[in-house]
């Protein structure tokens, strides 16, 4: 699909939408039903938006339109294509297939679902369907359900702020096997947020998380020891736990221990170390790393300047967002 044709989809879905808003009055009744082609809700044998005719669905593997539970040309089960289709990158793609499995009672749709209503994504923002869509999840034992609405108590996204509900939800995912979790009860803890401040504990949540696969919480774990919180800074033992998280896939640890040894801060500077770090972070998508990868290549730092590989790192940080990439994607080109 070319850009043009993917924008002008784009707009008819936004109006679309401002013509059927979904709000948490609208419950869908029995006869209504979601279009799998625009997700317009609407009733009758076809949509009145698009024409497509109800239950029709475009396979997600070789897109033949089917009326069967099966893809008449690859086999591929609907259910099957619609779960594909509902967690594409793609929101035009996604957002029918979310709409529609949502409706079926699938919890994962419904918290996927959930993040349109509260980013207003090709749906009017609604916070409180979004809130209402992840507590029907979570009642139905979702685990990750739990995690998204601590998330939203605690930043106050769709309902007011409220540190205690949203420690009841972390507390809820951890004991349901969501390492992420961790991080946000040892984040609480740290800052005598809904709790006493209590560093051992926050401490205690870091190791548990990070054992459970959180790396991330082994950063936080590092961090508590490199800043000594409640204790002697102690800035060894943060360094294995920096590598413990880099290890484990923790971008933002691969870049932190990439600048560390670029600039020789608390440990012996080693620019090839740094730079190993920074291309590990990058792979990993941190765009501070890409900009330090571009910026070496500009001036010889640890490498050999190199004008081209310097502008392809900067063209792969602006395109992961860094807007002040652009900046030096200019200079380089006019050079
Ligand atoms: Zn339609
Ligand atoms: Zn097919």
Redesign the pocket.
Known sequence: MNRKTWISLLLAAVFLCSLFPASAEEIPAEDTWF?L??G?E?GGDA?P??G?IREAWDCASCGTRNLSDACRSCGLGRTDSLRQRAFSPEPLRAYPALRFLAKQGDPEAMCALADYYTRGLLAPQDPEQAVALCTQACDEGYAPASLQLGKMYDAGTGVEKDPFRAMEYFQRAADLGIPEAYWYLGSYYEEGIAVSRDYQKAREMFTKGGESGDPDCWMSLAYSYASGKGMERDFATALTWYEKAAEGGSAMACDYLGWLYMTGDMVPADTEKGLEYYRKAAALGNARSMMALGYAYLKGQGVEADPSAALSWYEQAAIAGRTDALHFIAELKNN
């Open positions: 279009c082609l625009c317009s609407t949509c938006f698009c497509v």
